[in-house]
């Protein structure tokens, strides 16, 4: 009798045991829903890698604009493309060449006018940059007054080390 009551026992307490746990489609659906969530969260963490990249990309640009802009309005207003060495040192071979092409004298000069408005003379002596603007792909716009002339100029500016050359003149 008390085998037989173990046994009944067991044969009611058997079936309990299969269903208390998942079902097999309730573990595959877990097993799911976890791949869903890991993925959501690879994609968030890429997602964020992405947009952390992009502002620092946005943050060096804009550093390098500010630089570029210093160097082009102390080049300008410091008159120091009329300076032969400090042109050779800052310039480009492809830009040199240029200036030699432009200048219209047989002495060997650079055509230091190509970084001015081309005005002989003016109606008062300023002589500064207004604006240094980026226009993509490493080329950038000085505005300038010239002899009280107003001006624009865009320049190639390539990084050599810790300054900046000028690869292109228009």
Known sequence: MKKLIIFAA?????PLTFSC??????LAEKARQDSIRVADSIKQAEEKAAAEAKAKAEADSIARDKKVADFLTDMYNSRK???YQWLKAHC???VISKLQRDYDYDD???????FRSGAQDGPTNAHN????????????????????VNGSHKVLIIDDGDSFKIDGLK
């Open 81 to 83: 493309f009329e300076n």
């Open 10 to 14: 067991a044969i009611v307490a058997l």
């Open 92 to 94: 480009t071979q492809k």
């Open 108 to 114: 060997g000069g650079l055509a230091t006018w190509d």
């Open 21 to 26: 746990g998942p079902s097999k489609a309730e």
């Open 129 to 148: 940059i207004t604006e240094v603007k980026p226009m993509g792909e490493g080329w950038y716009q000085y505005s300038f007054v010239d002899m009280g």
